[in-house]
């Protein structure tokens, strides 16, 4: 596939806004149990994998990772009531149920600032790993928890090896998605649609390099802000259209 079809990291960004739209669809209003819910949930499984990928690439080519992160950060606090109300169907009632429940952006901020440590080769190897250690701590508390900074990991360290990726990544996602999420189900069959983060390794083998920038102002916006505005924005329409209906 990787040898025909060529992808962008703008055409990356849009596969994982389609799939993560269709898996809150298939959350928010579809009935779980369904062929249809299983079905839309696997597709949106390959949202994840894409935007840990695309989160080292933006971390390898970022002129100021202080804004990047900070970008990151801002719209995390921006779209925490959208997901609390979307995952929970309510407005939360502590502090703690807040913080065990903390959207993918803070997760993928917490990847980001721990890639910078691992980064910081005048660090000695035990203060980076440790400090390595405590994001994974705190990515516990996160969407997709440790198993999301796990794949920036392997996408950083076999960013120049695609078969070598592609292999740890499928072996470590076949590993630890049942460590952490098997239990949250009622049977293994129940589970198994999360193994369609494996399908990610498909558009992400189809990646040129190219950012997919272009000389269109409104083109350069959508591409480097796009998914930080749609992120909250969808969540709120669909949230509001729940609500309407119920």
Not at 19 to 45: C, E, V
Not at 182 to 206: D, K, M, Q, R, W
Request: charged fraction near 15%; include cysteine; hydrophobic fraction near 55%.
């Amino acid at each position: 596939m990787g040898k025909h079809l060529q992808l962008s990291g703008t055409a990356l960004k849009y596969i994982a806004i389609a799939a993560m739209t269709i898996d809150h669809i298939a959350y928010i209003f579809i009935d779980s149990g369904t062929l249809l819910y299983y079905i839309m949930r696997l597709i949106g499984r390959l949202t994840a994998p894409i935007m840990a990928f695309l989160l080292v690439e933006g971390f390898l080519h970022t002129r100021s990772f202080r804004k990047y992160l900070l970008r990151m950060v801002a719209f995390a606090f921006i779209a925490e009531p959208f997901y609390l109300l979307m995952m929970l169907g309510r407005p939360s009632v502590s502090l703690w149920e807040i913080v065990q429940n903390l959207d993918v952006m803070f997760t993928l901020a917490i990847s980001l600032v721990m890639l910078w440590i691992l980064s910081r080769e005048r660090w000695s190897t035990t203060v980076r790993l440790v400090a390595a250690m405590l994001c994974f701590m705190m990515a516990d508390l996160c969407d997709w928890s440790y198993i999301l900074p796990v794949w920036v990991v392997i996408f950083f360290l076999f960013r120049e090896e695609k078969q070598k990726r592609a292999l740890v990544f499928a072996s470590a996602s076949l590993i630890l998605l049942p460590v952490k999420y098997l239990s949250g189900y009622e049977s293994f069959t129940a589970f198994l649609f999360n193994y369609g983060v494996l399908l990610a390794l498909l558009p992400i083998g189809c990646y040129t390099g190219n950012r997919g920038s272009s000389n269109s102002p409104m083109a350069r916006f959508c591409a480097r802000w796009g998914f930080y505005l749609y992120y909250p924005l969808h969540m709120a329409v669909l949230v509001a259209v729940k609500l309407w209906i119920s």
